[in-house]
């Protein structure tokens, strides 16, 4: 097997698996900012129609509900993470490599 994509699947698993335990675990912060930055970047670009009707939740909950989800999503991360790094060492202990998606 090439060793390019050994390396290739080590960072990407990695980068995976780093990200997702980072936004798990809201690891210094990050998920909280990531959403705080999210929703205030998406702020500027809703714009409700007068016809429709806007539910009068307040900011600090949509904001907890949308950290829950980058857990969860954060937690996915990681499990594609730990999923690529066992993929990559079958290939290589059977000495197959990896199948590509054509």
């Not at 429709?52 to 509900?65: G, I, K, M, T, Y």
């Amino acid at each position: 097997m090439e060793t390019w994509r050994v390396l290739g699947g080590v960072a990407t698993s990695l980068a995976m698996s780093l990200v997702g335990v980072a936004l798990a675990t809201n690891f210094r912060g990050v998920t909280e900012w990531h959403v705080r930055r999210s929703m205030s970047t998406a702020s500027a670009l809703w714009r409700v129609p007068p016809w429709r009707w806007l539910s009068d939740v307040p900011r600090e909950q949509r904001l907890a509900r949308f950290i829950l989800l980058e857990r969860a999503i954060g937690v996915a991360f990681a499990a594609v993470g730990l999923m690529i790094l066992l993929v990559l060492g079958y290939s290589i202990l059977s000495g197959q490599p990896m199948r590509m998606m054509t």
